[in-house]
């Protein structure tokens, strides 16, 4: 039976987010917590691995206090059973840091047949923590992955190339990080919400990793995050021939350097 682990972050949710006019600051005081969107593919994806050959799934975080909050959505989501590495670090951690406690948490759960990241998380979206994870670990990694199957030990995996796609097979162990595309994440029914209150979850403490001080400080460090506002030109063409409006657009866009 393959062993599967999925890694997933707790984020802020972005709809709650607000962005102040004055400053352009961000506004996060109503701001709630979610599993961020791609993770849910990724734990998506090893739920059916999971349904369909009879691996057992666990699952992986690191954040801060709050990622305590997620531990009963993301086990009603079908995993087995959630590790978490619930520490202040995690609040100033880029893709660097995060891979690098995700990879001796892994070392120290596993061994995995299979590991199975979001293409990115839906606030940095670094794309960097699947990759540098698979290095850590000295596993091959396959990006963009849009199809996997596990087959005799092998996995076997679409990727997305921008207007192509190319299949890889490679011997497991391997790190695959997943697309939005692979499939859609189900909402856990009331059944599953219940029963998520009954698996297993443990805290993994960080000082228990043996990760040095050079280890957990960012090599990328986010001095200040400002929002973005779309100011809309709101420009209207209006003349009775389709034709004529289709060329004054064009004209436009040539104008402002767009094609």
Known sequence: MSKI???YKWVLDEQDIRVN??????????AKYKISDYDKNAIEEAVLLQEGQGATVDAVTFGGDAVRQSLKDLLSRGPDKVYY?????????????????????????????LIICGEGSADAYNQQVAPRLAASLGLPAITYVQSLKLEDGRVVATRKLGDCTEVVTVEGPAVVSVVPEINKPRIPSLKQVL???????????????GLSPRQLAAKTVTLTVKGFVMNRKNVLFKEPAQ????????AALAKEGVC
């Open 5 to 7: 682990l999925v890694c």
């Open 195 to 209: 029963a998520a209150a009954k698996k297993p979850s443990e805290e993994i403490k960080i000082a228990d990793l």
């Open 85 to 113: 590495i619930a520490d202040p670090a995690a609040d100033k951690a880029d893709g660097y840091v995060t891979a690098g406690v995700l990879a001796v948490a892994a070392r120290k759960t596993g061994p995995y047949d």
């Open 21 to 30: 006019a004055a400053d352009a600051s961000l506004d996060l005081s109503r």
């Open 243 to 250: 034709a004529d409006n289709v060329a004054k657009l064009a």
